[in-house]
């Protein structure tokens, strides 16, 4: 990691969490949703889902999901060693969803997510905010709402840097560490 | 002299004699199957082969008190050809298997046999011990004078416990009526107890069941009592503690007719050696502690234990491949019998010629019989071996039937190049 | 040849390839497995108890002793983590009938099995089975002999972690039949690899292994004294025939000994818990009043079973699963 430069201090980060708050927000009014239910996809996008719950000001508790029960890799790389229990605290059934991540890039991660949200229970909706739209979608998964569309090349490897302060870092692909590195499981 | 067809001459060896007190370099002559002279031969001798034993140690062939070799009744094992085959290369020529084949060794009939097989086989004297009861059933006695008139060199029980002490006491005084001596396998059955593993902190932390050292002790006490009424003399095989090696030591000044034996495995492993399961580590009497295995290094070196064994209780590899409790026990011991020991020797345990007493002497005493040394006119019996050669233990190196040694990666010192029995090679290396 | 037990359970990056026994196991590993099965506690609650992880796993219970508690806890989690679940109760007569353990291992193979969790009456079985089984296929003991149960003694972790935080500082206290008793030997391997403060053993001296202390403990023959202080008591099943005999007089005379009353447990700290594997001799072992009762933890024990079994099932096959990949590429 010692060839990583930084791609966008706080500030930035934090403009564009403004920006998708706002985004989120237009798009639950057209829908007509009245409470939507917000979970984020750890690490990163748990933190930027406690950042746009409270932007919000949603009434129900943040729900957080940890997919390394769910990964498609785990016969490749094996057990994640620092997994968490996911949290749900509010039943999903009927429920509209706005899923949170910070990037979005393989999309097997928001595949994941998807299996394990329906292992919950049956939402009405769900709809998807990332943070990074990037390139190199290897299935069909689109954002509803996202911060920055950055042109990479496919050995270009952009990570959110947190919790306090916020920050993307840009970094040639580390090769894949098999103990489950957290910013490689969406590829 | 006439040139006899049998006449050798064994060159410039250094000749370990400890029967004798001779270790010095020189020639050996053998004539007629015998030992004929040391130094200087006769008159006219003109040997038909000479052997170079420069830098070689030549001594008196082995002798290997107990050994189990399977035949009659657990061929698929080992056979009588091919474990006299590998006692000659592994220097041993007299070996004394023991009564618990199938069936028993408890008629003539079945001692003719062995002892046949073991003649067209060529390779080694076989001297079979003589079951103590019929069947080995613990309670009726066998046909002890037509077994030794048969061959039998001593009687034993083996492993079988006898039905009570009253019945040990009468066993003994019967052998004692023909001369016959007593082979006793020390083990009180009920604090045996179905375990597999010395009792102590291994077999605890492994839980596995274990074999108290006081299993060996209240037999080796129980059984000197009974030897010092009835007068027999009585032999204890496979010693396995320091505690009853202690006792041997105080037989031994009380001037009791009293003699002993040990695996070689067990002056060289302990319970230790047991972390990880290995079957092969499965024996019975038990590996126990470090501070046994030093005793009985102790007691060997000074003469209170007169004989090493090998214990030899090849297996195919089926009755190894269960989990450790449910294998059979016992070392296939022949191969590493002469290495292992001196090992004793490179370790500091004791000089080569007791080392070697313990191998020729040493058991031939027990046995009262004249073999072990090299007087003259004894049996032509002789091991040399190369005490430069190093080699690691493998399953190709070993030449019993039975692969199952714990040894494997060893590194054992010492070669045998020559074997003869009565004055015949019965096996040489090929020189590449 | 044998390995030591660290060799054949772990690779070379500290991940786990079997689970055998706690000895040879590092705190690290153990915190590694408690930690993990944390993660699995939230599956039970949810409307699909299960997570896809092993999906297209073959997992063998192979009992070659009757469980029926334990082998339903491993097929809960192994099925919980989308394996398929073959159950085999071997009995002894099968395996007298010549076919050999090895026999009964190559057949299941042959059907391309991942993972066998052996129970055997033998100390020492699943080391062998381990030793002896194709590369890839892991092995979990849930049982062998008087030797170990580690998957027990992990949940017994888990649940006095649960309780009291963590270890250091905590006086445990294990009472009963110990020298008959794998699951007392491996709660003493953990608890000391984890670094409690004290561990107790509370037994006559028939019930205890021959050299008792040098498994780490106090050896204690009261019980008032034994459990003076301390913060976790865990009693051990009384199998019946040692009830009677050369081991024990009676039931009456073990239970005044050595059976946990109220009064006794008021002698511990107040907020001690009280552990037993389980089944419970009631009136043996403890009085039905100290089973039920506030300060037993015995239930919980159980269904957190199912999670340290997730997490060992889970962390083992992916281990496997990884080295079959390295040999393959």
């Known amino acids: 990691m010692s060839d990583n430069t930084t791609f966008m201090q706080a500030d930035g980060v934090e403009s564009l969490i403004d920006v998708m708050a706002g985004k989120i927000w237009t798009l639950i009014n057209d829908k007509e949703i009245a409470d939507p239910l917000m979970v984020g996809i750890r690490t990163g996008g748990v933190w930027l889902a406690e950042r746009l719950h409270q932007e919000l000001g949603l009434r129900d508790p943040l729900g957080t999901l940890d997919i390394s029960f769910y990964r498609d890799d785990f016969t490749r790389i094996g057990m994640n060693p620092e997994v968490h229990p996911s949290d749900l605290p509010i039943p999903v059934d009927d429920r509209h969803i706005i899923l949170v991540d910070d990037v979005l890039h393989t999309g097997r991660t928001i595949r994941a997510a998807l299996n394990e949200i329906f292992d919950y229970g049956r939402p009405a909706s769900i709809t998807l905010a990332t943070l990074v739209d990037r390139s190199g979608r290897e299935l069909p998964i689109q954002p509803d709402v996202t911060g920055l569309h950055p042109s990479l090349d496919p050995d270009q490897h952009i990570t959110l840097i947190g919790p306090e302060p916020l920050g993307l870092i840009l970094g040639a692909k580390t090769n894949r560490t098999s103990r489950g590195d957290e910013q490689d499981r969406d590829a | 002299m006439k040139k006899k067809k049998k006449d050798i001459t064994i060159r410039n060896g250094r000749v370990v004699d400890p029967g004798n007190g001779i270790d010095e370099v020189t020639d050996l002559h053998i004539s007629g199957g015998k030992?004929?002279?040391?130094?200087q031969p006769p008159e006219n001798f003109q040997p038909l082969l000479e052997i170079d034993a420069t830098d070689q140690i030549v001594c008196p062939g082995l002798i290997d008190l107990n050994v189990n070799l399977r035949e009659p009744g657990n061929e698929?094992?080992?056979?009588?050809?091919?474990e006299t085959a590998c006692a000659a290369r592994s220097g041993i020529t007299t070996l004394c298997c023991t009564p618990d084949t199938l069936p028993v060794i408890d008629t003539p009939a079945v001692v003719g046999q062995i002892r046949h097989k073991?003649?067209?086989a060529g390779y080694c004297r076989l001297l079979p011990q003589g079951a103590l009861t019929k069947n080995l059933d613990g309670s009726h006695l066998s046909e002890m004078a037509a077994l030794k008139a048969a061959g039998c060199i001593a009687v034993s029980n083996c492993y079988t416990p006898l039905a009570n002490t009253l019945v040990q006491r009468r066993a003994m005084e019967y052998a004692s009526t023909f001369n016959l001596l007593t082979i006793i396998r020390p083990e009180?059955?009920?604090?045996c107890n179905n375990g597999c593993a010395h009792e102590g902190k291994v077999a605890d932390r492994l839980g596995l069941p274990g074999i108290p050292e006081a299993a060996e002790t209240v037999a080796v006490a129980r059984d000197l009592a009974l030897a010092e009424t009835t007068g027999a003399v009585i032999h204890f095989h496979a010693l396995s503690s320091a505690s009853a090696a202690r006792t041997m030591a105080w037989a031994k000044r009380e001037g009791r007719k009293v003699s002993a034996d040990?695996?070689?495995?067990?002056?060289?492993?302990?319970?230790?050696?047991?972390?990880?399961?290995?079957?092969?580590?499965?024996?019975?009497?038990?590996?126990?502690?470090?501070?046994?295995?030093?005793?009985?290094?102790?007691?060997?070196?000074?003469?209170?234990?007169?004989?090493?064994?090998s214990d030899h209780q090849p297996h195919e590899a089926d009755a190894k491949s269960s989990p450790f409790p449910d294998t059979e026990p016992g070392i296939s011991g022949l191969d590493t019998l002469l290495p292992l020991t001196l090992k004793l020797v490179e370790q500091g345990v004791m000089d080569l010629s007791s080392a070697i007493a313990r191998l020729t002497c040493g058991p031939a005493d027990i046995l009262e019989l004249p073999l072990g040394r090299l007087t003259p006119g004894y049996a032509a019996d002789i091991c040399i071996y190369d005490p430069n050669r190093q080699w690691h233990v493998s399953a190709e190196q070993i030449h019993s039937a039975g692969k199952n040694t714990p040894f494997t990666g060893w590194e054992m010192p010492g070669r045998v190049t020559h074997t003869l029995l009565k004055g015949r090679l019965v096996f040489h290396e090929e020189r590449l | 040849m044998s390995l030591s037990n660290k060799a054949l359970q772990l690779d070379d990056e500290q991940r786990l390839l079997h689970f055998l026994t706690i000895d040879g196991l590092d705190r690290s590993i153990l915190t590694e497995i408690l930690d993990t099965a944390e993660g699995f506690t939230g599956v039970s609650e949810r409307t699909i108890k299960k997570v896809p992880l092993c999906r297209g796993k073959v997992v063998a219970n192979l009992f070659f002793e009757n469980s029926t508690r334990t082998r339903t806890t491993f097929e809960l989690a192994a099925k919980r983590l989308s394996a398929d679940v073959l159950n085999l109760n071997i009995s002894a007569s099968a395996t007298s009938k010549g076919e050999t353990l090895l026999d009964t291992l190559r057949?299941?193979?042959?059907?391309?099995?991942?993972?066998?969790?052996?129970?055997?009456?033998?100390?020492?079985?699943?080391?062998?089975?381990?030793?002896?089984?194709?590369?890839?296929?892991?092995?979990?003991?849930?049982?062998?002999g008087r030797h170990a149960h580690?998957?027990?003694?992990?949940?017994?972790?888990?649940?006095?972690?649960?309780?009291?935080?963590?270890?250091?500082?905590?006086?445990?206290?294990?009472?009963?039949?110990?020298?008959?008793?794998?699951?007392?030997?491996?709660?003493i391997l953990a608890l000391n690899t984890l670094g409690v403060s004290e561990v107790r053993v509370v037994a006559p001296q028939t019930l205890l292994p021959s050299d008792a202390r040098s498994l780490g403990v106090h050896v204690y023959h009261d019980f008032d004294e034994g459990i003076r202080d301390v913060d976790v008591i865990i009693m051990l099943r009384l199998q019946k025939e040692r009830m009677r005999g050369a081991m024990l007089p009676s039931e009456h005379e073990y239970f005044s000994l050595y059976g946990l009353t109220e009064r006794r447990l008021a002698l511990a700290k107040p907020d001690a818990i009280v552990m037993h594997p389980g089944p419970i001799n009631r009136g043996v072992e403890m009085d039905s009043k100290v089973a039920d009762g506030s300060k037993s933890v015995i239930l919980q024990q159980v269904s957190y079973g199912i999670a340290i079994r997730m997490a060992i099932i889970s962390m083992v096959i992916g281990t496997q699963n990884q080295r079959t990949q390295e040999v393959a590429v």
Do not use: W
């Open chain 2, 35 to 39: 030992v004929l002279a040391l130094g």
């Open chain 2, 188 to 191: 009180d059955q009920y604090l």
């Open chain 2, 118 to 120: 073991a003649r067209k």
């Open chain 3, 107 to 144: 057949n299941l193979e042959a059907m391309h099995v991942d993972m066998f969790i052996v129970r055997h009456a033998t100390s020492g079985a699943a080391h062998f089975i381990a030793q002896h089984a194709d590369p890839g296929v892991g092995v979990i003991n849930a049982g062998d």
């Open chain 2, 262 to 309: 040990v695996a070689i495995h067990q002056l060289h492993l302990t319970e230790l050696d047991l972390e990880g399961f290995d079957s092969n580590r499965h024996v019975r009497p038990p590996l126990r502690t470090d501070s046994d295995r030093d005793g009985l290094r102790k007691a060997v070196a000074e003469n209170v234990i007169q004989a090493i064994c």
């Open chain 3, 150 to 187: 580690p998957t027990q003694a992990m949940l017994d972790m888990f649940t006095i972690r649960r309780h009291k935080g963590e270890f250091v500082g905590l006086r445990v206290a294990i009472v009963g039949d110990i020298l008959h008793s794998r699951v007392a030997r491996s709660q």
């Open chain 2, 76 to 82: 698929h094992k080992a056979t009588i050809a091919s």
